[in-house]
T-cell receptor, first 115, second 111 residues
Framework: KAGVTQTPRYLIKTRGQQVTLSCSPI?????VSWYQQTPGQGLQFLFE???????NKGNFPGRFSGRQFSNSRSEMNVSTLELGDSALYLC??????????????FGPGTRLLVL | SQQGEEDPQALSIQEGENATMNCSYK?????LQWYRQNSGRGLVHLIL?????REKHSGRLRVTLDTSKKSSSLLITASRAADTASYFC???????????FGTGTRLTVIP
């Protein structure tokens, strides 16, 4: 099976712009979670989608949003970019329908640089 | 914050030696997972241990879990230069696929 894929791999934006990142989960996985990794804050959970519904949300401002499509692919959007949004954005997929039971498999990440 | 702590923050050993990393967490958990990350790339899953398990092995990896102390350890035996990476523990809770990650241990294996 193909692993989790994320596009694009690298992105450079300027402050105030918006950005959309994409994640394709492992075939058959319906749960997709997003994480932000920065040197200062480490790995932090953004949100999780399951069957096109946001099931959990981390402590991030409303500028961060996401959605999931019927084929389980997910996108996250960051509006009005700030310098502090520069980070590695990781998505993970899981087969787990109940949450918290099984392994999450991560994609290679999208590295976003905000200038 | 529910983020865990890992100890040590950095570890440097010679090839062939064993490496032990520790993880402490704050809340009740359903499972604990260990991941490896090479140079800011994606996370590679190593092992998952459930809250009712005390020890688990996978190849050269051995993980222990002590829920009474809210701690876990990862032992890598007979280390190789290719094991050089950052290692993270992450805790999961029932009903949610949101992992809480530790701060990570940077392991360097010197050939």
């Amino acid at each position: 099976k193909a692993g989790v894929t994320q596009t694009p791999r690298y992105l450079i934006k300027t402050r105030g712009q918006q950005v959309t990142l994409s994640c394709s989960p492992i075939s058959g996985h319906r749960s997709v979670s997003w994480y932000q990794q920065t040197p200062g804050q480490g790995l932090q959970f953004l949100f999780e989608y399951f069957s096109e519904t946001q099931r959990n949300k981390g402590n991030f401002p409303g500028r961060f949003s996401g959605r999931q499509f019927s084929n389980s692919r997910s996108e996250m959007n960051v509006s009005t970019l700030e310098l502090g949004d520069s980070a590695l954005y990781l998505c993970a997929s899981s087969l787990d329908p109940n949450g918290g039971q099984e392994t999450q498999y991560f994609g290679p990440g999208t590295r976003l640089l905000v200038l | 914050s529910q983020q865990g702590e890992e100890d040590p923050q950095a570890l440097s050993i010679q090839e062939g030696e064993n490496a032990t990393m520790n993880c402490s967490y704050k809340t009740s958990i359903n499972n604990l997972q260990w991941y490896r990350q090479n140079s800011g790339r994606g996370l590679v899953h190593l092992i998952l241990i459930r809250s009712n398990e005390r020890e688990k092995h996978s190849g050269r990896l051995r993980v222990t879990l002590d829920t009474s102390k809210k701690s876990s350890s990862l032992l890598i035996t007979a280390s190789r230069a290719a094991d050089t990476a950052s290692y993270f523990c992450a805790t999961g809770q029932t009903g949610a696929n949101n992992l809480f990650f530790g701060t990570g241990t940077r392991l360097t294996v010197i050939p």
